[in-house]
């Protein structure tokens, strides 16, 4: 149980265009899902927190309008990195939580990341 | 202050011997404490959960917390070189979810 995917798993683009990331939790309702990214040899840097139904919370110093959060349903958030530079370059990581916060057993599952390389 | 340090290592271990990574947490209000394992190049994986102090044994794995000391551990029994990899302390105080920056293990065969 508590499987979480990312679609695509590698993606390589062209400098300004727009990447969308797909997480998904199959085999539960995930309440809040959390986005990282993750730069060689460093550690994870969380981006945003993002609430099935209402605006994500993004980090300071992650631009909103740059990374697009949308948690449409219970199992499916999505990431949009708009008009992507060389420097946006990372692993971008997903999590999922099948319970809400302040409750014994709250974690995070992860899912398997998505390299972006832009050109 | 940081919520969570951890040593970032490397550390390194003889095959079949126990690795001990360790974990400060800075908020006594803290409620749960997980570990993580990351292999490079691939996203982290949980090993372990722990809530209560005292020790919590599963297979090769036992986390300790020590909520008086604000510490909680790691021991990795017998360990092989498949167990090489960084290893994430996480501590979630009410709706936050606090992340270290890793241990890198490495064990030596």
């Known amino acids: 149980g508590a499987v979480v995917s990312q679609h695509p798993s590698w993606v390589i683009c062209k400098s300004g265009t727009s990447v969308k990331i797909e997480c998904r939790s199959l085999?539960?309702?995930?309440?809040?899902m959390f986005w990282y990214r993750q730069f060689p040899k460093q550690s994870l840097m969380l981006m945003a927190t993002?609430?099935?139904?209402?605006?994500?919370?993004?980090e300071q110093g992650v631009e909103k309008d740059k990374f697009l959060i949308n948690h449409a349903s219970l199992t499916l958030s999505t990431l949009t990195v708009t008009s992507a530079h060389p420097e946006d370059s990372s692993f971008y990581i997903c999590?999922?939580?099948?319970?809400?916060?302040?409750?014994?057993?709250?974690?995070?599952?992860f899912g398997p990341g998505t390299r972006l390389t832009v050109l | 202050q940081k919520e969570v340090e951890q040593n970032s290592g490397p550390l390194s271990v003889p095959e079949g011997a126990i690795a001990s990574l360790n974990c400060t947490y800075s908020?006594?209000?803290?409620?749960?404490f997980f570990w993580y394992r990351q292999y490079s190049g691939k996203s982290p994986e949980l090993i372990m959960f722990?809530?209560?102090?005292g020790d919590k044994e599963d297979g090769r794995f036992t986390a300790q917390l020590n909520k008086a000391s604000q510490y909680v551990s790691l021991l990795i029994r017998d360990s092989q070189p498949s167990d090489s990899a960084t290893y994430l302390c996480?501590?979630?105080?009410?709706?936050?979810?606090?992340f270290g920056t890793g241990t890198s293990l490495t064990v030596i065969p």
């Open positions: 999590s999922a939580s099948p319970l809400t916060p302040g409750l014994a057993g709250y974690t995070q599952y």
């Open positions: 996480a501590v979630v105080k009410g709706n936050q979810f606090y």
């Open positions: 993002s609430n099935e139904g209402s605006k994500a919370t993004y």
């Open positions: 085999d539960f309702q995930a309440t809040t």
């Open positions: 908020d006594r209000g803290s409620q749960s």
């Open positions: 722990i809530y209560s102090n």
